[in-house]
């Protein structure tokens, strides 16, 4: 019987080890909060699926790959549209309950760069949560072992694979193999949308490991975080109910920098806010929801409702204050279509794994359906599999730092500071470089660290370095001093985030 260790507890991770575990592997998932602490259960917007026959997958694919900036692996993409429809039907058999119509058809939300409505949603804007729920339930009921609050410190590898892992107090676990389903690394940034625990865990174990990873200079930034308390996001299905974004002189600036306004794609969104907060000494842009009334608002996103009013702010009669936030990590370890990374015996799914769907720039609620769709995959491959066949890829290097810094005493929040000013919404080469030489100067100090801590570094030196070496900007990767045509207009510097914005807490959200 194979033996197999998923870390992580969010949709991907879950999914995977449910269809191990269906498979006839012994599983064992681990995950460093509860078993329900995850990015999967803050997502708010829902999951997008093809699944009304006034919608395609072809139509779904198409809008996939014109966000991604045609940098998207076109197999992944297929395989991400062509089997989200039946793993929305398995979501329903293991118990989420999307909402309905009158009718009993899905409810479908329209969001940013989509063609037709197509995202599902659960409990108004808590469609995270019911998918966590369910999927925790059905883990519990198939009896899979889980080790809550225990933090992955390493891989462990035997004879050039993996052959478990080690949990902070020296704890191991053997495996044959290992699924990596951790999350991104939202906490590489002063300012995000993730929980305190996306510290790139995954990631920084899979580097340690050898296994190559890609696209990590793509780094989502989500246009519209509360600017006011701790980070929290507004969900892109706000504007896709029709909310507007407008600056201090009440212009809706959005068009001027895409004609689909507030519905383009977050990277040029994120972008025009920052625009328009520079030119009003950072202040933050208003989400202007006030057309939506109160009663619709309360019905339809109950959750980001609360948190508004919790805040002091009546969205139903005046707009919000929002600014952009770190909110998804596009790169990853790289895999194959089935989650294989090239380290034999490891698997990495979700966020914290590059199978090239989501290119430079993810589509709006593709999230969860990847972790639903190669979640499914990787727990039927690694049931299946005996080789572990290797896929193609070379380790990314990091490029040195050419300058040397005096650099300031690590701290998170020094590391945080310097991301988001120099690797944030607005890259160029000279920022980028001070970076590089700051990121040096503390990973040559040999002082004790959390685990976190390291793998924050690490994963914030691998992003750097990509960011650094794709020269000319394109999706969420933007370098004002090599702008492209569609985004020279937007290459003023990100401002400062604005003082009321406090770094990440557990109550911020992801999707």
Known sequence: MTTVVVVGSGIAGLTAALHAAENGCRVTVVTKGALPDTNTRWAQGGIAAATHPADTVASHAADTLTAGAGLNDPAAVDVLVGEGPARIAELVARGVAFDRTVDGDFARGLEAAHAVPRVLHAGGDATGAEIQAALGAAVRRTGIRVREHATLRDLRLADGRVAGVELDGGERLDADAVILATGGAGQLYAH???PSGATGDGIAAALRAGAAVADLEFVQ???????????????????????????????????????????????VVARANARAMAAQDGHPVRLDATTLGAERLAQRFPTIDAAVRERGLDWAREPIPVTPAAHYLMGGVVTDLDGRTTVPGLYAVGETARSGVHGANRLASNSLLEGAVFGARAGDAVARDRDWPVPPGDPQGVIAAEV????????????????????GVVRDAEGLARAAAVLAAWTADPSPRSIEDVNLLLVARHVVSAARSRTRSVGAHFRSDAPDAATAALSLPVPAAHTDVIPASPEVLAC
């Open 192 to 194: 995000t949308t993730n």
């Open 221 to 267: 930034f989500h246009p519209t975080a509360l600017a006011v308390g701790s980070p929290f996001l507004v969900s892109e299905a706000v504007r896709g109910e029709g909310a507007v974004l407008i600056d201090d002189a009440g212009h809706r600036f959005a068009f001027d920098a895409h004609p689909d306004g507030e519905l383009a794609p977050r990277d």
């Open 404 to 423: 040397v810094i005096d650099a300031p005493p690590f701290s998170r929040g020094a590391l945080q500071e310097v991301m988001w000013a120099e690797a």
